[in-house]
């Protein structure tokens, strides 16, 4: 099938904003077209926007150099006229943010998002591809709700449970019980570098706002059910969660503890993981990795500095499966934050939602 779609980037002066113009630089379907920022940013050309706040060592795609940043909120109507749909990243509090998005979906524009304000709705999806892509369906009751023929939204998850979930996932035949998960959060998860965040270097800091409660409760959704134009959350299983930040620049680590109902073998878990594909695997997307699941068997892997880039940043990696005394076992996870956990997860959600149709 043909796709080409001309692309906004709302939020494309931030953190994540930027990972997206380095990963849709080259994109075979989506052409970004706009770029949108604050009015802090608006009539500045990218370069200038960004300034020092650039945050890689690969240079600004030098297409996007000259272009000049519109005003997410005050050109509104001149996006909306240019784009098939728009990236969303913005760092503004939750009610805006809800509201921000709610007027792109109904100049039908639709939204990808990785704000959180909307992860609650109960009719805009939150879809991990590999994971919960059937829930696109419930795209046709919000688009009734909104009012709108192609306007939409879409949210992805937070970035701290894409280094857990996807690694639960394939086990849910087992009954999954209880969860505990620690995780040791990346400084980029807070849109920071060694630079503008060096309280953290020699330190750990053991707080990150709403992250536990996000980390407990967003993978219910992810595992929910569609009825009645809703999305209904799943019951169990039981997570706790704790999220650290650590001196890590990109890759959240989990350090997790899993009970089932049916205890499977270390093997059967081996073997899960090892085939677990899903549809972006099946429909070769661009950004899908070919192999989603990664499993190390030396006792000091996975490593953030040295395995976040697995599948282009979009593997998710596993090690140091065995057995627990409390739980049944024990296991770390680890998935790259910006990447899988947030530009490069988004990317792959709107290739999911073009190659099913929901853009036309
Ligand atoms: N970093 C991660 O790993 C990660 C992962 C998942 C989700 N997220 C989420 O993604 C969003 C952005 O995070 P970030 O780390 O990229 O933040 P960031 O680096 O602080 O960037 C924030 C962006 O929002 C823009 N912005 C601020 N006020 C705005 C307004 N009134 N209208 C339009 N744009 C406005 C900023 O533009 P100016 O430059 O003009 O101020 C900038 O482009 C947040 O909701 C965050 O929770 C982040």
């Given at each position: 099938m043909e796709h080409h779609y001309k692309v906004g980037v709302i939020g494309a002066t931030g953190m994540v904003g930027q990972r997206f113009m380095l990963l849709l630089a080259n994109h075979p379907w989506f052409d970004v077209v706009v770029l949108a920022a604050s009015a802090r940013s608006a009539g500045k050309t990218y370069e200038e926007a960004v300034g020092s706040k650039w945050?890689?060592?690969?240079?600004?795609p030098e297409r996007y150099l000259g272009m000049k940043v519109l005003d997410a909120e005050a050109d509104m109507e001149k996006i909306a006229a240019q784009v098939d749909f728009v990236f969303c990243a913005v760092n503004l509090d939750k009610a805006k943010t809800k509201e921000l998005e709610e007027k792109y979906a109904k100049m039908e524009v639709p939204v990808i998002s990785n704000n959180s304000a909307h992860r609650f709705t109960p009719d805009v999806p939150m879809v991990i591809p590999e994971i919960?892509?059937?829930?696109?369906?419930?795209i046709d009751a919000q688009k009734a709700r909104l009012g709108t023929k192609r306007g939409f939204i879409d949210v992805k998850s937070n970035c701290s449970l894409q280094s857990y979930v996807p690694l639960l996932h394939p086990l849910k035949a087992f009954g999954i019980e209880k969860v505990a998960v620690c995780t040791y959060q990346a400084i980029s998860g807070a849109g920071k570098t060694f630079t503008t965040m060096p309280e953290i270097l020699d330190n750990v800091i053991p707080y990150i706002g709403g992250e536990e409660e996000k980390s407990e409760r967003e993978p219910l959704k992810i595992w929910g059910e569609i009825e009645n134009g809703q999305i209904v959350n799943a019951q169990a299983p039981v997570i706790t969660a704790q999220c650290i930040r650590v001196p890590v620049s990109d890759g959240h680590t989990a350090a997790v503890f899993v009970s089932f109902k049916n205890k499977p073998s270390k093997e059967q878990i081996l073997e899960a993981w090892a085939n677990f594909a899903g549809y972006p695997q099946a429909s070769d997307l661009p950004s899908a990795p070919k192999q989603f699941i990664r499993y190390f068997e030396e006792d000091n892997r996975p490593q953030a500095k040295l395995d976040r880039m697995e599948g282009n940043g979009m593997s998710v990696c596993a090690g140091r499966l065995r057995d627990d005394s409390m739980f049944d076992y024990r296991f770390i996870g680890l998935s790259h934050n910006t990447l899988r956990g947030a530009a490069g997860g988004a990317v792959l959600l709107a290739e999911t939602i073009a190659a099913k149709g929901y853009f036309k």
């Open positions: 945050a890689f060592d690969t240079p600004i919960n892509d059937n829930h696109l369906a419930i």
